[in-house]
């Protein structure tokens, strides 16, 4: 199950009260107070683990505490620190305080470690009170309270590559065939339920990661089809690969103004990141000479445009992912671009 967003309440574990104990032994008839400090209470701990990929770990748990402090004890004997509550995340978690939507924390690499809330600290002990008046106090303080806080977990995958199409454009093919994904592939619209991260080998020494999302529709960044939810695992990949259906019924340049204009209104910082665009499905010229000729135009009235606008793609490259035709092309100029932002 692909869980990206959770809501849970989390606090951090109370300190541990201080004790109020006096020395009493047989031979020492004027024993001071001996009472021990309370423990600090746990802390809330996330860290970001190699082996998550989606937050479903965290499903139907509405409230997560940290252990708290034990007490202080007779004999000057301080209480136990309470045991660390340790949250482990993906890489690409972002925390969110849902009173206010403030961003807390943002995990960007593994083995990244963050405290979320300070355990409570512990009270002193009536030995800490003792003075030249007070011979014999009585007072230990108790311990502080842990802190609370509703956070929102939200997941955005972190890609070197973003797939970027409309649905059933051959994303998951080419993805299947040039990485270790295995996402689900048939011939109907939004196969794709759940992006997809693939490592893609280039050589033997060069590796980068594509994902695969879900498939966009006219009217997704106001949220129509999948919509807003997996644009959104879009915003962090480095580079982005628009992938055009030539059999699909727009034609190339139709299919790529969309794309970019539901770009544009969800982030325009998404809009002005690099791209190259892939046109798949190549082996369908084989459909025969007026198909062949049509999308030759149709490729043509693409590139005008482009130059039209001024934009400068990468690269544009026709690739056919079943016949395995163009992806070792394809690879390499994808590391170049991506050694590029590296």
Same mark, same amino acid.
């Given at each position: 199950?692909?869980? &990206?967003?959770?809501?849970?309440?989390?606090? @951090?574990?109370?300190?541990?009260?201080?004790?109020? $104990?006096?020395?009493?032994?047989?031979?020492?008839?004027?024993?001071?107070?001996?009472?021990?400090?309370?423990?600090?209470?746990?802390?809330?701990?996330?860290?970001? &683990?190699?082996?998550?990929?989606?937050?479903?770990?965290?499903?139907?748990?509405?409230?997560?505490?940290?252990?708290?402090?034990?007490?202080?004890?007779?004999?000057?004997?301080?209480?136990?620190?309470g045991e660390d509550l340790e949250l482990k995340v993906p890489?690409?978690?972002?925390?969110?305080?849902?009173?206010?939507?403030?961003?807390?924390? &943002?995990?960007?690499?593994?083995?990244?470690?963050?405290?979320? +809330?300070?355990?409570?600290?512990?009270?002193?002990?009536?030995?800490?009170?003792?003075? @030249?008046?007070?011979?014999?106090?009585?007072?230990?303080?108790?311990? !502080?309270?842990?802190? @609370?806080?509703?956070?929102?977990?939200?997941?955005?995958?972190?890609?070197?590559?973003?797939?970027?199409?409309?649905?059933?454009?051959?994303?998951?093919?080419?993805?299947?065939?040039?990485?270790?994904?295995?996402?689900?592939?048939?011939?109907?619209?939004?196969?794709?339920?759940?992006?997809?991260?693939?490592?893609?080998?280039?050589?033997?020494?060069?590796?980068?990661?594509?994902?695969?999302?879900?498939?966009?529709?006219?009217?997704? @960044?106001?949220?129509?089809?999948?919509?807003?939810e997996f644009l959104k695992h879009i915003e962090r990949t480095?580079?982005?690969?628009?992938?055009?259906?030539?059999?699909?019924?727009? $034609?190339?340049?139709?299919?790529?103004?969309?794309?970019?204009?539901?770009?544009?209104?969800? $982030?325009?910082?998404?809009?002005?990141?690099?791209?190259?665009?892939? !046109?798949?499905?190549?082996?369908?010229?084989? +459909?025969?000479?007026?198909?062949?000729?049509?999308?030759?135009?149709? !490729?043509?009235?693409?590139?005008?445009?482009?130059?039209?606008?001024? &934009?400068?793609? $990468?690269?544009?490259?026709?690739?056919?992912?079943?016949?395995?035709?163009?992806?070792?092309?394809?690879?390499?100029?994808?590391?170049?671009?991506?050694?590029?932002?590296?």
């Amino acid at each position: 199950m692909f869980v &990206d967003n959770v809501k849970i309440k989390l606090s @951090s574990g109370n300190g541990g009260a201080g004790a109020k $104990s006096f020395r009493r032994e047989k031979h020492v008839p004027l024993g001071g107070p001996d009472g021990g400090d309370g423990g600090n209470g746990g802390d809330v701990v996330i860290v970001c &683990d190699n082996n998550l990929h989606t937050l479903a770990h965290f499903k139907g748990k509405n409230h997560l505490k940290a252990q708290n402090g034990a007490g202080g004890e007779g004999r000057n004997k301080n209480g136990k620190k309470g045991e660390d509550l340790e949250l482990k995340v993906p890489i690409g978690t972002l925390v969110i305080n849902v009173e206010n939507n403030e961003v807390l924390c &943002d995990f960007t690499h593994i083995g990244q470690k963050e405290v979320l +809330l300070k355990g409570g600290k512990g009270g002193l002990g009536n030995r800490h009170f003792k003075n @030249s008046i007070n011979q014999a106090p009585t007072y230990a303080q108790p311990g !502080i309270k842990g802190e @609370s806080l509703e956070v929102k977990l939200e997941l955005k995958l972190i890609a070197d590559v973003g797939l970027v199409g409309f649905p059933n454009v051959g994303k998951s093919t080419l993805i299947s065939v040039v990485s270790n994904a295995k996402p689900e592939i048939a011939n109907y619209e939004f196969t794709t339920l759940t992006p997809k991260l693939g490592l893609v080998d280039v050589d033997e020494f060069n590796s980068f990661v594509m994902a695969d999302i879900p498939g966009i529709i006219e009217g997704a @960044s106001d949220g129509k089809g999948l919509g807003l939810e997996f644009l959104k695992h879009i915003e962090r990949t480095s580079f982005l690969l628009f992938v055009l259906d030539p059999i699909r019924e727009l $034609s190339l340049k139709e299919q790529f103004i969309i794309l970019r204009k539901e770009l544009e209104k969800f $982030s325009v910082e998404l809009f002005k990141r690099n791209y190259a665009i892939m !046109i798949s499905k190549s082996d369908s010229v084989n +459909l025969g000479d007026d198909f062949a000729e049509q999308m030759a135009t149709n !490729i043509k009235d693409l590139k005008d445009f482009l130059k039209d606008i001024k &934009d400068k793609e $990468s690269f544009l490259i026709e690739v056919s992912s079943l016949e395995k035709k163009g992806l070792k092309e394809l690879k390499f100029k994808l590391l170049e671009e991506i050694k590029k932002i590296r």
